[in-house]
């Protein structure tokens, strides 16, 4: 186990309203409304400073229907991360919500799992119902970096910094990746849209976008292993990350909490989903 232990930051940047049928796989007998929040992720250490996942910019939003609560660039300068002085992003699959804003991010080396490239370059975009969930302009920024040497290409289980690692999962898309950051209070687990909501790790229950079931049921126990414990996890979507952890600072609640402190139960917030 690495020494070196990392702040975490939760960004909130966008917001969807919809209904719990929406969130999973053979729908929700609840049918309440349930929405998801959009999340990038800050890493911080004495030594390295990571971004997890780009987000979306205000252009995909209308587009896909989203609303944007605080714009991205906003968010990491008010957590005195300017996003040019970014060096290191992991992008943990190239969904629209993942990968956009690439603009920001000038001096950024990518880090990403050579199956989620694949996947998202090749014979499976063919499908309209495969593609749905990506970006043509997205992935052909990606492929670009490539050419400029900007992507760092990761096979499975592989470190970024002392301490922070990423792990292929699969499942929701064929690439996706979770990572484990060490933190005071142990490892957590970035899990992105490895479960978007507590409801899906804790219910091994499946959001209804899917490269392959089996991958994402399989992922949960994976998740839960590479975590310190369940309250370790967190989830790429659910607005209760920020109701859970303590915000940032006073003035950015509601927007951005710190992962790496304790959060409050999470049964106190999810009896009722
Ligand atoms: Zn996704
Ligand atoms: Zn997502």
């Known amino acids: 186990m690495a020494d070196e232990v990392y702040e975490i930051f939760a960004l909130k940047y966008a917001h969807h309203d919809r209904k719990s049928s929406e969130n999973f796989l053979l729908g929700d007998p609840h049918d309440?409304?349930?929405?998801?929040?959009?999340?990038?992720?800050?890493?911080?250490?004495?030594?390295?400073?990571?971004?997890?996942?780009?987000?979306?910019?205000?252009?995909?939003?209308?587009?896909?229907?989203?609303?944007?609560?605080?714009?991205?660039a906003y968010g990491l300068e008010a957590l005195g991360v300017p996003p040019d002085s970014i060096e290191d992003i992991i992008i943990t699959h190239l969904h629209y919500d993942h990968c956009g804003n690439y603009a920001l991010f000038p001096r950024a080396r990518y880090h990403?799992?050579?199956?989620?490239?694949?996947?998202?370059?090749?014979?499976y975009m063919c499908h309209p119902m495969m593609r749905i969930p990506f970006e043509s302009d997205d992935v052909v920024a990606m492929v670009r970096n490539v050419f400029a040497g900007r992507v760092v290409f990761h096979d499975g289980d592989d470190e970024i910094a002392p301490g922070v690692s990423v792990h292929r999962i699969g499942g929701h898309s064929k690439g996706l990746q979770c990572v484990r950051v060490?933190?005071?209070?142990?490892?957590?687990?970035?899990?992105?849209?490895?479960?978007?909501?507590?409801?899906?790790?804790?219910?091994?229950?499946?959001?209804?976008?899917?490269?392959?079931?089996?991958?994402?049921?399989?992922?949960?126990?994976?998740?839960?292993?590479?975590?310190?414990?369940?309250?370790?996890?967190?989830?790429?979507?659910?607005?209760?990350v920020l109701e859970l952890y303590p915000p940032a600072s006073p003035e950015l609640a509601g927007i951005a909490a710190r992962l790496d402190l304790a959060p409050k139960p999470v049964g106190s917030l999810h009896a009722s989903v």
């Open 112 to 123: 990403i799992q050579d199956s989620e490239m694949a996947y998202a370059t090749g014979r």
């Open 32 to 72: 309440i409304l349930q929405p998801l929040a959009y999340y990038v992720w800050v890493i911080r250490g004495s030594e390295y400073t990571i971004l997890v996942d780009t987000g979306f910019d205000q252009a995909m939003a209308a587009r896909r229907d989203r609303t944007i609560t605080t714009t991205v």
């Open 182 to 240: 060490q933190t005071k209070r142990g490892a957590v687990v970035l899990a992105s849209d490895t479960s978007h909501l507590y409801a899906h790790v804790n219910e091994g229950r499946v959001y209804p976008v899917t490269y392959n079931v089996a991958e994402v049921v399989e992922g949960y126990r994976t998740l839960a292993r590479l975590a310190a414990s369940p309250d370790h996890i967190v989830p790429g979507h659910d607005p209760a």
